[in-house]
């Protein structure tokens, strides 16, 4: 007889995810990286960016934690519209009684905050510039298929690439994303974000994304690209941020005499449905 799982299925920004309660997971009988591959399938599963899974922290200190997989079953250390759709989910399932709390990541701890307005803003921490993830110093250009490229690399506790443009930002991530995503230099992968500055408070940016390929939207990525903007003095510290599946917004207060300032991720989370999936 095939196990019958409760899963819950949300977006932010066309970014989307498959939620599913750990016990539900217990029941799947499938390790993690298999039931990701499983359910974000799109044309034999759910079909999804990704994975996540709430779970009790170890931490006391710490409200929540998660698992997050990406489409291919690889583990993603964080995932912006991904917190703001599990913000909502934990909140309203009453797996945390607070509008405002912590989680536990692969990069560290997360803080959400659910708006009155329905929107979910997050505090996404200290964008990193230099660490293991970002091997580049001094003169920073990488080479793809017949391009060299100038880019600003940042982690969110991910890693990004991201390449300031004024072509077509989809073309260019179509063209280059998947040979950036496995560039040498990025000895866990990337993702690559291609920004079009539209105004001092308005971009617009395209993702590959490590593990997916072309999404609809990314947080994290959204944040390194108003992160890269901000060093290079194209763009005020609050911009609006245009992506395939919409728009969120990115504070930043950092510059590059002082980066060490927490950015802010603010957008919608929405619920697609609920249901029971027969594995």
Known sequence: MKNTIKITKMQGCGNDFVILDYDEFQKANLSMEELAKRLCDRHFGIGADGMIIPKKSEDKNIDIAWYFYNSDGTVAQMCGNGMRCF????????????????????????????????????????????????????????????????????????????????????????????????????????????????????????????????????????????VACVLNNLTEQKVKVNLLGGSVFVEWQGNSENPNKNIFLIGEANYSFVADYML
């Open 87 to 226: 913000a909502k989910y934990v909140y309203d399932k009453g797996l945390v009684d607070k509008k405002e709390f912590s989680v536990m990541t692969g990069a560290g701890i997360i803080k959400p905050l659910l708006l009155d307005n329905g929107n979910v803003r997050v505090d996404m921490g200290i964008p990193i510039l230099e660490d293991e993830k970002i091997p580049f110093k001094g003169e920073r250009k990488l080479k793809a298929l017949d391009e060299t490229f100038e880019i600003t690399p940042v982690s969110m506790g991910n890693p990004h690439c991201v390449i300031l443009t004024e072509n077509d930002p989809m073309k260019m991530a179509l063209k280059y994303g998947a040979t950036i995503e496995k560039h040498e230099y990025f000895p866990e992968k990337t993702n690559t974000e291609f920004v079009k500055i539209i105004s001092k408070n308005e971009i617009d940016m395209r993702v590959f994304e490590r593990g997916c390929g072309i999404t609809l939207a990314c947080g994290t990525g959204a944040c390194a690209s108003v």
